[in-house]
């Protein structure tokens, strides 16, 4: 068991399914969640011709 007195860490957190971004505080020894500080909605966008129109001005 972990009591959860050593360092901790802060992580972001994604969830693909729910799309949504978490941050949280871990414990360094265990990897446990053990707050949360912040969610945000979040849903990436890829477009993999989005750089084109920049590449085309440097040419």
């Given at each position: 068991m972990c009591?959860?007195?050593g360092f901790h860490s802060?992580?972001?957190r994604y969830d693909e399914a729910s799309r949504t971004?978490?941050?949280?505080?871990?414990?360094?020894?265990?990897?446990?969640e053990l707050r949360?500080?912040?969610?945000?909605?979040?849903?990436p966008e890829y477009?993999?011709?989005g750089n084109d129109?920049?590449?085309s001005a440097a040419a």
């Open positions: 009591d959860h007195k802060g992580e972001g971004l978490r941050y949280v505080v871990v414990c360094d020894a265990c990897h446990v949360e500080i912040s969610v945000e909605t979040y849903a477009d993999p011709r129109d920049f590449l």
